[in-house]
C-alpha cells in the first residue's frame, strides 16, 4: 500500500472513530461510556482504537472541542458584526442554530450532559467571554438595555427558544401528536418568531 494510501485509509479510521464516539457519548456521557462501546460502534478492535487515541479522555475532548466549535464557532463573525443591526443577528442566530440542530438534534443533549459534569472544563474550552461577552452583539444588548437589566438574561433566552425545543422533542411530539415533518415545519416557523418576541421583550424593558 503507497502511503497516500496509508494517509487516506488513516483518516477514514480516525474519522470513523471519532463518528462513533461522537454517538456512544451523546447516548451514554462520559462517565458512562468506555472505549469498548466505542470500538464496537465503530466496528473495530479495542487495540486499534487505542492505536489512534490513547484515552477516552483524549477522544472525549477532541470530540467535545469540534461539537463546541460547530455550536459556537460558526457565530462568531456574525456576533462581531458592526454591518447588523441587534434584531438581525438575532434573527441570523436562530436560523443557524435551528439549521445545525435539525441536522444534529442530539448535539444540545451532548453538551447539556457536560454542563451539569463538568462545567468548568466546558467554560474554558467554549471561551464564552471571547466569544459572546466580548463581542459586538453584547455591547449593542447592553446598549439597548441601558444598564437596567443584565444582558445574560436575554442571552438564556435567546439559547432556550432556540435550543429547547430540539432538547424536549420527544416530548413536544407526543403532547402536540406531531409527525417529524410537523416537528421540522414547527422549527422553521421558530426561526421569523424568535426574533420577533425577543424584539418585543427588548422594548418592555
Avoid: C
Amino acid at each position: 500500500m503507497s502511503k497516500k494510501l496509508n494517509v487516506e485509509a488513516d483518516s477514514s479510521t480516525e474519522e470513523k472513530i471519532k463518528a462513533a464516539a461522537n454517538l456512544v457519548f451523546t447516548k451514554k456521557g462520559y462517565s458512562g461510556t468506555r472505549t469498548r462501546d466505542i470500538a464496537e460502534e465503530a466496528g473495530i478492535n479495542l487495540a486499534l482504537l487505542n492505536y489512534y487515541f490513547r484515552s477516552k479522555e483524549k477522544l472525549f475532548d477532541i470530540v467535545m472541542m469540534e461539537n463546541i466549535q460547530q455550536f459556537l464557532m460558526g457565530i462568531k463573525g456574525l456576533l462581531n458584526n458592526e454591518g447588523l443591526s441587534l434584531t438581525e443577528k438575532i434573527a441570523l442566530v436562530a436560523e443557524n442554530y435551528i439549521n445545525l440542530l435539525r441536522v444534529q438534534p442530539d448535539m444540545p443533549l451532548f453538551i447539556l450532559s457536560e454542563i451539569r459534569s463538568n462545567p468548568e472544563k466546558l467554560a474554558t474550552n467554549m471561551n464564552v467571554k471571547e466569544i459572546l461577552l466580548k463581542s459586538h452583539f453584547y455591547q449593542q444588548l447592553n446598549e439597548t438595555l441601558n444598564g437596567k437589566i443584565n444582558p445574560l438574561h436575554f442571552i438564556i433566552n435567546i439559547i432556550s427558544l432556540t435550543v429547547f425545543p430540539f432538547v424536549a422533542s420527544p416530548l413536544i411530539k407526543i403532547i402536540g401528536e406531531l409527525k417529524q415533518e410537523d416537528f421540522d415545519k414547527m422549527a422553521e416557523e421558530r426561526k421569523k418568531m424568535i426574533p420577533v418576541w425577543i424584539d418585543a421583550m427588548l422594548k418592555v424593558h
